[in-house]
């Protein structure tokens, strides 16, 4: 804990929540404080900007940005970041509080780390990355500074997303270049840009130091540094710690490739490769490599001066004095003496033959067959990539039917026989299984929702929504979903798009030279204002609609006024037992009944009543009708129609 200058926040409360109790470090953008929420009465970590970049507005505008997406990760391995806020000069936020170490502490404690101790930590590394990078976030500044050690082990990563905020703010003031030099990839030295695979190069960078306990480029300044990241390549750390394994060695030089596109994609995938090969490493393989390091070293030193090469010096204790001994010694005689001796010699053959046998070891291990494995990263490679790759490698493949893998894109290689990593003899056959996408799932049902509630409710079961078409529909409103290419039901593989039809409303029927009753009653069941208009036209059947607006196919929504207008009927006397009146008199007989089911109480209510019927509502709450009764055909014109309303 840096306590070494008093610290003028240490004891305030910030946004009179938040009271700063000790500073735990400094850096080149923030102070970081331990601090105690008083509301929630928890220990928590506090950043504080620094003054120079709080008075920067597009800095603070790009902070809150970065902070807002930080804070929507949730992830074991991510250091949480609960809020961000301001109090007066002060720009901070408010994070989850790790007590423990940095793995710079721990790097500098031992060094460096064996391959399977440094894979080992870089699993949750890499799995914290990979949930940054599915939620489209990059890092940015992937070092062993912001690596923590939590007190039971748990490895946790801290400042995601923030270094873009200040790195925005100086290349755009300065053209500086931003972060942690000895970790920047190529493009971000020459474009300034980063993306996932910036993060990717930058953890093979911090691989290789875990195995070597020093950075690859090293030089007097920054920018030589920078020059080298350009212009020269990770070497294997093998180079430096002889006895890694090549499979280690390729997880550094693969990410740390010059040309991004020969990195893995994410950290994801990056993480499945150092599994892998995690994996395929004996539990005690760091013991048994620095042992064989120790004995090859001691094997190399030079002997000490005495007699001549191929003699062993024998000391006869009966020639020395007495005084000179030890106390309680008794000299040996001459046959112990040559006994003794010759056991020696024998010792030392067999301490050389297992040494050699140890060094041996670890020497085919690291070389046997220079290319008698298969590649780890052939897994989520293009299937023609792979083939390339081991064509070169001189093994013979096959190709099997493909098959479906939740891990594995598309097109890709989702397995290989024998498995990534194992060993195989040149001119031996490696099957390689693509993938078919993740396996099929039913399509949701998402009719009648909005376009985004549709999005919501296929992304939550994996699927994206791909092209949005329209089409007339005379039940589903406009702007509503219609349906889905797969129906709902069906199965498709999320790898594959959801196609979302959506209504472009109701289409206006022809009415035309229909009854004018069972139009109006038609139209109105559709949920529109129907308004009738009555005039004398000869030659046309009576009652009958002979013009209507809006005309057929026109799109029409729920609540429109349409009109139509009915050829009046002719003054009829005397015409047995119906009884009709003059001109625009009504017959008393049965009408349609319009179906207003599913439509609001007062809608339903005056479409009955403009047809010319009586109208009694019951039921307990809601305001929609759930029933009706009669709810099809035809009854007498003054009856009476019940509605049952219903939530």
């Known amino acids: 804990m840096d306590t070494s200058v008093a610290d003028p926040l240490v004891g305030q409360v910030l946004d009179g929540r938040y009271r700063i109790e000790s500073r735990i470090a400094r850096g080149g953008m923030a102070t970081v404080y331990v601090a105690r929420d008083i509301r929630l009465d928890r220990t928590i970590a506090i950043k504080v900007m620094h003054a120079g970049l709080a008075s920067d507005e597009d800095f603070v505008a790009r902070f809150i940005g970065e902070a807002k997406a930080a804070a929507a990760l949730s992830h074991p391995n991510v250091v949480a970041v609960y809020d961000q806020r301001s109090d007066g000069e002060h720009v901070f936020l408010v994070m989850e509080y790790v007590p423990g170490r940095t793995l710079r502490d721990a790097l500098t404690e031992l060094g460096r780390l064996g391959p399977r101790s440094a894979l ?80 990717v190069y930058a953890a093979g960078i911090m691989l290789f130091e875990l195995l070597t306990g020093h950075l690859p480029h090293q030089a007097d300044t920054p920018l030589a540094v920078a020059y080298k990241h350009v212009n020269e390549v990770v070497p294997p750390p093998s180079s430096v710690v002889p006895g890694i394994p090549q499979r280690v060695d390729e997880l550094v030089t693969d990410a740390t490739s010059h040309d991004p596109a020969r990195r893995p994609e994410d950290a994801n995938q990056y993480l499945a490769e150092v599994a892998e090969v995690f994996g395929g490493l004996p539990r005690d393989f760091d013991r048994r490599m620095e042992e064989a390091s120790r004995n090859a070293t001691s094997m190399l030193e030079s002997p000490p001066a005495g007699p001549p090469q191929g003699h062993t010096a024998v000391l006869d204790a009966s020639t020395l004095p007495p005084e000179t001994l030890p106390s309680g010694y008794a000299p040996r005689s001459r046959t112990d003496r040559a006994l003794g001796a010759l056991t020696g010699k024998y010792v030392l053959i067999a301490i050389g033959a297992i040494a050699a046998v140890v060094l041996g070891w670890a020497v085919w291990y690291q070389t046997s067959g220079q290319y008698d494995h298969i590649p780890s990263q052939i897994i989520g490679m293009k299937v023609a990539d792979a083939q390339r790759e081991l064509d070169h ?101 999320p790898d594959k798009p959801v196609d979302v039809i959506l209504s472009s409303g109701m289409s206006m029927p022809n009415v035309v030279g229909t009854d004018g009753d069972a139009a109006a009653n038609q139209l109105r069941s559709m949920g529109l204002n129907v308004t009738v208009q009555k005039k004398k036209v000869d030659g046309k059947p009576a009652n009958t609609v002979i013009s209507q607006d809006p005309a057929e196919g026109t799109g029409v929504s729920d609540g429109d006024d349409v009109t139509i207008v009915v050829n009046k009927r002719d003054c009829i006397v005397d ?40 109208v009694n509502v019951t039921g307990f709450g809601g305001n929609t009708v759930r029933f009706q009764s009669p709810n099809s055909g035809e009854a007498p014109r003054g009856s009476t129609v019940t509605l049952v309303k219903g939530p």
């Not at 748990?154 to 970790?183: C, W």
């Open 120 to 199: 080992e930590i870089m699993q949750p590394v890499l799995a914290a990355l990979g949930a940054a990078h599915r939620a489209g976030l990059v890092h940015r500044d992937v070092k062993p500074e912001n690596v923590l050690i939590c007190e039971d082990g748990t490895i946790k990563v801290a400042d995601f997303g923030l270094a873009r905020a200040e790195s925005a703010s100086k290349m755009t003031k300065t053209g500086m270049i931003i972060g942690t030099v000895g970790y920047l990839a190529p493009e971000q030295v020459l474009q300034g840009t980063a993306d996932v695979r910036s993060d």
């Open 393 to 493: 490698a001189g093994l013979d493949v096959r190709v099997a039917t493909a098959v479906y893998d939740d891990h594995v894109h598309k097109g890709m290689v989702a397995k290989s026989d024998p498995p990534a990593g194992a060993r195989i003899a040149k001119g031996e056959t490696v099957t390689l299984t693509p993938s078919k996408g993740i396996t099929p799932r039913e399509v949701p049902d998402v009719s009648g929702k909005s376009l985004d509630d549709a999005k919501r409710t296929l992304q939550s079961k994996g699927f994206t929504v791909g092209k949005t078409s329209t089409t007339p529909s005379q039940t589903v409103p406009k702007d509503k979903v219609v349906g889905t290419d797969p129906d709902a039901g069906e199965k498709l593989s």
């Open 575 to 614: 015409a047995g037992p119906i009884h009709f009146g003059c001109n625009d008199g009504e017959p008393q007989q049965n009408i349609p009944v319009p179906n207003v089911t599913g439509r609001k109480v007062s809608d339903a209510k005056k479409a009955l009543e403009d047809s010319g019927f009586n």
